[in-house]
């Protein structure tokens, strides 16, 4: 059967070559020489100049920019991934509740995670946030005058975090999925045992739904420190007020493709690769200890 | 039993045969009528938070320039379809149409491209088995959690190299080699839950698995091939930093970067206008989502179930 089985591998990567082609033309060799491009300074026009880890130490010793920009990445990713899931989950227990309408308003609160990235969407943002916008003249009319979020510094983000959050509903879907799953027996036995609703969440759905919040999690925080559209265009580009939407990807784009230094972006591309690395290993490593699968016994 | 044509009473008084305390059940039906019209305006207040944007985009396109930064509220005060006008008019020369085809022809090659490339790779990790098989899954695995900015320096630099800056074909061409591996994935997740019995009564038969593919698995996978397009069409018609990278001639520009055209050159004086080029880009995607929200929906679903 050795013949089979040569057979079998001839048309495996028969199957496979256009996403070899690209696995290894656009993703395994760029990335190896993005890596070597960040030892080196580069504009594009003369080749690049061995520089050993100078990108690395003026990233981290004199380059305010990117600490700030760093600094800012962390805090939307920090505080807007696990407030999204929260409301997420608790949306999805809610029309896991009853299932009249359930349809409707599962696809209402979709829609926005399908078009949140998106320029029109980052322009309503700019609009809705503005000072005389409909949010500020909502706190208005209940005594909080914040004035326009979009142009002050210390309210920018919170905005981008609220847009983050907008998109609840695809992490939704998946947590909804996820509910309808667990079995209704487990629900019965813990209200036999007396367990109140509370009690239930704690013993029954979190460690049933765990593979779906880890799941969840994952992509959440790695999508999150790719956010680039949005706040491009509602700073114009800028990553202002105060340089407070200037995160990784948009700081990237601009000393690379504005300034020119294209093993300084490099450099800071791989920062972010071994920063989202880093944190999908942690998660991986301490999944056992909090990610229940179906036929654990632990 | 007069009452069984309606619902809650009936259940009342099945309730009232088991339990000894006739009143306590239907304070208990009660209740959850209760609890149901609560938990109807609390969804419904979410609705209308989350919708509110959207639904305050699609009236903004009426007003006149005059009223924004006066009345920034939900209805124009003087509606108007100027705005429209102007939009389609185009702006820099080129005329709106323009926008939309390049924005059609790029995302609609890209569906091409996905469906090709990612349903040929799935098919080889779900059902063929070969040497390197495991390493190579991992591989694409990874590709998934990998963030696309790493690549995009060098990806700018080869298609430089190529010749292709200000053409479609860097933003087509990755699309053809199934570099966006949440494709292949769902398709892989797709295709393992398929029985094996016809395509292993086909290879019986002599079928290869070209034949296999062509004529067993792609019929059975049609709803994972309906979201994937949806999603490759939407994703591809929205993305903004691939056509800023590798479009620099505005006759080339798709929407999202056509809309800063009008951002840029005149952020107070026509807001109107780009409001309105706003809700325009935004239709295709909101006429799909629509009419394809099942797909899309379950798509999403699947997808992160059996991760």
Known sequence: MRQRAVKETVAGYGFLVPWLVGFFGLTLIPMAYSLYLSFTSYNIFSPPKWIGFDNYIRMFTSDPAFIQSAQITLIYVVVGTPITLAAALAVAMLLNYRDKGAGFFRSAFYAPSLIGGSVSVAIVWRAMFASDGPVDNGLSAIGIDLGGWIGNPALVLPAMILLAIWQFGATMVIFLAGLKQIPKELYEAAEMDGAGAWHRFRAVTLPMLSPVIFFNLLLGLIGAFQVFASAYIISNGTGGPAGMTNFITLYLYKRGFSDGQMGYAAAIAWVLLIVVAVIAFILFRTQRSWVHYAGDNR | MSTTSFGEPAIATLENQVDATP?????????????????????????????????????????????????????????????????????????????????????????????????????????????????????????????????????????????????????????????????????????????????????????????????????????????????????????????????????????????????????????????????????????????FQRFLVDGVATQGLKG
């Not at chain 2, 919708?51 to 006149?64: E, M, R």
């Open chain 2, 23 to 291: 009143r306590a059940p239907r304070r208990k039906v009660k209740r959850k009528t209760w609890q149901t019209v609560i938990w109807f305006i609390v969804l419904i207040a979410v609705t209308a938070v989350v919708l509110y944007p959207l639904v305050w985009l699609l009236f903004a396109t009426f007003k006149p320039n005059s009223e924004f930064g006066s009345n920034m509220g939900l209805i124009p005060n003087a509606p108007t379809i100027d705005n429209y006008t102007k939009v389609f008019e185009g702006i820099a020369g080129v005329p709106m149409w323009r926008f939309f085809l390049n924005s059609f022809i790029i995302a609609a090659g890209s569906v091409i491209g996905v469906l090709l490339s990612s349903s040929l790779a799935a098919y080889a990790f779900a059902r063929i088995q070969f040497k390197g098989l495991s390493v190579l899954f991992a591989a694409m695995i990874g590709t998934l959690l990998l963030p696309f900015h790493v690549v995009i320096i060098p990806q700018y630099i080869i298609f430089n190299r190529l010749d292709m800056i200000d053409t479609f074909w860097p933003l087509l061409l990755p699309k053809f080699l199934a570099t966006e591996a949440f494709f292949v994935f769902l398709l892989v997740q797709f295709i393992r839950q398929m029985p094996r019995d016809m395509d292993e009564a086909a290879r019986i038969d002599g079928a290869g698995h070209m034949r296999i593919f062509w004529s067993i698995i792609l019929p059975l996978i049609k709803p994972a091939l309906i979201t994937c397009s949806i999603f490759a069409f939407i994703w591809a018609w929205n993305d903004f930093l691939g056509p800023l990278l590798y479009l620099t001639s505005p006759e080339n520009y798709p929407l999202p970067i056509a809309l800063r055209l009008y951002n840029d050159q005149t952020s107070v004086s026509d807001y109107g206008a780009t409001v309105t080029a706003s809700f325009i880009a935004l239709i295709p995607v909101l006429l799909f989502f629509l009419v």
